[in-house]
C-alpha cells in the first residue's frame, strides 16, 4: 500500500529552521514528482515547492531562497529545509507524490513559527 508519512515539524522562533522529511513506501518510487505543500485552518493548500524524478526543483515565491526541496532516491525519501522562518509559514505541511493519474497525500505535520 502506497504511504507518505511526514515527520520534523514542530515550533520554532521567527528565523529559525527546521527540516522536513517525507517517508515513501509502496510503489510510490523515484519516477514519482514530489511535492510540499502548506494549508493554514479555513484557507486553500499552498504549493511550496516541488521537486521532479530528474531533480528539477520549482518554488512558490513566497519561499524562494529559503527554503530547499530535496530528495534521497535510495531512502525513498524528500526533504524541505526551511531557513529564515516566519509567522505567516505556520501551517499544516503536506507531502504529495504524482505520476500520472496516481497521486498520493501524506497526514500533514505542524510548522509554528512564533515569537
Known amino acids: 500500500q502506497a504511504q507518505l508519512v511526514e515527520s520534523g515539524g514542530g515550533l520554532v522562533q521567527p528565523g529559525g529552521s527546521l527540516r522536513l522529511s517525507c517517508a515513501a513506501s509502496?510503489?510510490?518510487?523515484?519516477?514519482?514528482?514530489m511535492d510540499w505543500y502548506r494549508q493554514v485552518f479555513g484557507k486553500e493548500h499552498e504549493l511550496v515547492a516541488s521537486?521532479?524524478?530528474?531533480?528539477?526543483?520549482n518554488y512558490a515565491d513566497s519561499v524562494k531562497a529559503r527554503f530547499t526541496i530535496s530528495r534521497d532516491n535510495t531512502k525513498n525519501t524528500v526533504y524541505l529545509q526551511m531557513s529564515s522562518l516566519k509567522p505567516e509559514d505556520t501551517a499544516v505541511y503536506y507531502c504529495?507524490?504524482?505520476?500520472?493519474?496516481?497521486?498520493?497525500w501524506g497526514q500533514g505535520t505542524q510548522v509554528t513559527v512564533f515569537s
Open positions: 509502496g510503489h510510490i518510487s523515484s519516477i514519482y514528482t
Open positions: 521537486i521532479t524524478s530528474g531533480g528539477s526543483t
Open positions: 504529495h507524490a504524482r505520476f500520472r493519474d496516481y497521486q498520493y
